[in-house]
C-alpha cells in the first residue's frame, strides 16, 4: 500500500520555494545602482537552447554604475546582446570585442513605476505558484480520505493547515514585494 499522498513537510518546501524564487527575482530589478543580479533573469540563446547568462559569460561590476559582460566565445556576442536588449530591463549595452558594457542609467520616474509593476508582476507568479501548492495539498487529502482511511475531520483539520500555510506564504510574498516597491520607488 502507498504511503499517504498528503506531505506537509513537501508543500511547506514548495512554499517556501516559491518566496525564495521571488526574492530572487526581486534582486534582479534595479534600484539605480550596478548590480550582478540584474542579470541573473537573462536568458541566452546559444548553441540552439536557452542558458541563463552566467553560463556564457563572467557578469562583473567593475563601477558602481556599470556592469561588464565578458562574452567567452566570440560567436554569442550578438545573441547576449540581443537577450540583454529584450529583458525589459532597460539596458543598453555597449559592445566592445566581446565585452558588453552596460551603463546604469538614472530611473526615471516612469521607469521606477515600470519597475514597481514589474515587482508586482513577479509576486503574482510567486502567489499562482504557491495556490497551485494548495490545490496539490487539497487533492492529495482528498485521495488519503477515499484510499488511505483518512477521517473526514482530519482532512478539514489538514485542509486548515494547508490553507493557513498558504496565508502565511502568500503575506511573506506580499511583504517582499512593497518592500521592493518602496525600495525602487524610493519612498
Request: proline content about 5%; aromatic content about 2%.
Amino acid at each position: 500500500m502507498a504511503g499517504p499522498a498528503y506531505d506537509k513537510a513537501d508543500l511547506e518546501r514548495r512554499m517556501a520555494g516559491a518566496v525564495e524564487s521571488l526574492k530572487h527575482d526581486l534582486q534582479g530589478l534595479r534600484t539605480g545602482r550596478a548590480s550582478t543580479a540584474l542579470l541573473d533573469p537573462v536568458n541566452v540563446t546559444v548553441y540552439g537552447a536557452q542558458m541563463p547568462l552566467n553560463q556564457v559569460a563572467t557578469v562583473s561590476v567593475p563601477e558602481p554604475r556599470l556592469i561588464s559582460v565578458q562574452v567567452w566565445d566570440k560567436s554569442n556576442v550578438g545573441p547576449v546582446d540581443k537577450a540583454i536588449r529584450s529583458a525589459g530591463l532597460g539596458l543598453n549595452p555597449i559592445v566592445d570585442g566581446t565585452t558588453l558594457r552596460l551603463p546604469i542609467p538614472d530611473l526615471t520616474e516612469e521607469r521606477r513605476k515600470e519597475l514597481a509593476k514589474l515587482c508586482g508582476g513577479y509576486a503574482e507568479k510567486a502567489k499562482i505558484a504557491v495556490r497551485n501548492v494548495r490545490r496539490d495539498g487539497m487533492e492529495n487529502l482528498k485521495t488519503d480520505e477515499k484510499k488511505n482511511g483518512l477521517s473526514e475531520d482530519e482532512r478539514k483539520r489538514h485542509e486548515t493547515e494547508v490553507q493557513k500555510l498558504t496565508d502565511a506564504t502568500i503575506t511573506d510574498i506580499d511583504a517582499a514585494a512593497a518592500a521592493k516597491e518602496k525600495e525602487i520607488l524610493g519612498k
